[in-house]
């Protein structure tokens, strides 16, 4: 088992910056790949941007390209998103999750089926 714990949400304004963690404890020893995903109230999950653990490749959703920087501090076995160039659309609960085989970032349904997953924290951004 792998236990999520993100941190660093909050309020920011249109075309400032935030930077989110997800603390993962537990058998972080198993995770092949880490993620930050977004959801909307009402609405289902959006993957933002993912990381492999060895080889540290990224994948970002077109709305991160850009703007959002995902990695990963292995000694603290941490996983952090910076997020610049805010806008009030990014205002969503933001969802850290971990997976023990390589998933692909635009496959939701998977993710959430076959991934740990932190509770979330909030992002509120204004104009």
């Known amino acids: 088992q792998v236990q999520l714990m993100e941190s660093g949400g909050g309020s920011g304004q249109a075309g400032g910056s935030l930077r989110l963690s997800c603390a993962a404890s537990?058998?972080?020893?198993?995770?092949?790949?880490m993620a930050w995903f977004r959801q909307y109230p009402g609405k289902g999950r959006e993957g933002i941007a993912s990381i492999l653990v060895d080889s540290g490749r990224t994948s970002y959703a077109d709305s991160a390209k850009g703007r959002f920087t995902i990695s990963l501090n292995n000694a603290k076995n941490s996983l952090d998103l910076e997020m610049n160039r805010l806008e009030p659309e990014d205002t969503a609960m933001y969802l850290c999750?971990?997976?023990?085989?390589?998933?692909?970032?635009?496959?939701?349904?998977?993710?959430?089926?076959?991934?740990?997953w932190g509770q979330g924290t909030q992002v509120t951004v204004s104009s």
């Open positions: 999750a971990a997976s023990t085989i390589p998933l692909d970032l635009a496959s939701t349904i998977i993710w959430v089926r076959r991934a740990f």
């Open positions: 537990g058998h972080t020893y198993t995770l092949s790949q």
